[in-house]
């Protein structure tokens, strides 16, 4: 009788230490799921803006806007964030013939750049939450604004 209850003790210490295991790695899974989920999420947001400025290279606002919103407009039309606590503060736009970030030539190879940086992400880890900024997305293309006449 005394060994079964010994052996009732060790099943319930196996199962906390698998346990343990077990949720630790759920948790790390739904931390890299989350990121992986912003991280696309933030590259498909740049890609759309940068396909709107690559077309529209006179309205920088606009392209900031479709990176946010998907809408030129902004919230003018009651548009809402994509992405939770994205905004266009995050989102800068180089220009053909912005000095410092473009050719200031504005030549027909001119390309049209959309970064997005500083957004903020939290760990779902309850033991040491964290909270880290995600690096910064970059999308780049040549603009067709822009053409030479020959």
């Given at each position: 009788?005394?060994?079964?209850?010994?052996?009732?003790?060790?099943?319930?210490?196996?199962?906390?230490?698998?346990?343990?295991?077990?949720?630790?790695?759920?948790?790390g899974?739904?931390?890299?799921?989350?990121?992986?989920?912003?991280?696309?999420?933030?590259?498909?947001?740049?890609?759309?803006?940068?396909?709107?400025?690559?077309?529209?290279?006179?309205?920088?606002?606009?392209?900031?806007?479709?990176?946010?919103?998907?809408?030129?407009?902004?919230?003018?039309?009651?548009?809402?964030?994509?992405?939770?606590?994205?905004?266009?503060?995050?989102?800068?736009?180089?220009?053909?013939?912005?000095?410092?970030?473009?050719?200031?030539?504005?030549?027909?190879?001119?390309?049209?750049?959309?970064?997005?940086?500083?957004?903020?992400?939290?760990?779902?880890?309850?033991?040491?939450?964290?909270?880290?900024?995600?690096?910064?997305?970059?999308?780049?293309?040549?603009?067709?604004a822009?053409?030479?006449?020959?």
């Open positions: 009788m005394r060994n079964k209850r010994l052996q009732r003790g060790q099943a319930m210490v196996e199962a906390g230490l698998i346990l343990f295991v077990f949720v630790t790695f759920l948790v899974t739904l931390d890299f799921g989350q990121y992986m989920y912003f991280h696309q999420t933030l590259t498909e947001r740049a890609r759309a803006a940068l396909r709107y400025g690559v077309v529209n290279t006179g309205d920088r606002l606009a392209i900031q806007n479709v990176a946010v919103y998907n809408d030129p407009a902004g919230t003018a039309n009651g548009a809402t964030a994509l992405v939770p606590s994205f905004t266009t503060d995050m989102v800068s736009v180089c220009l053909p013939g912005d000095a410092g970030c473009a050719d200031p030539a504005a030549t027909s190879d001119s390309r049209v750049s959309v970064t997005i940086s500083g957004y903020q992400m939290t760990t779902f880890n309850l033991v040491m939450p964290r909270d880290f900024t995600n690096r910064p997305i970059t999308a780049s293309a040549p603009s067709e822009v053409s030479s006449i020959n």
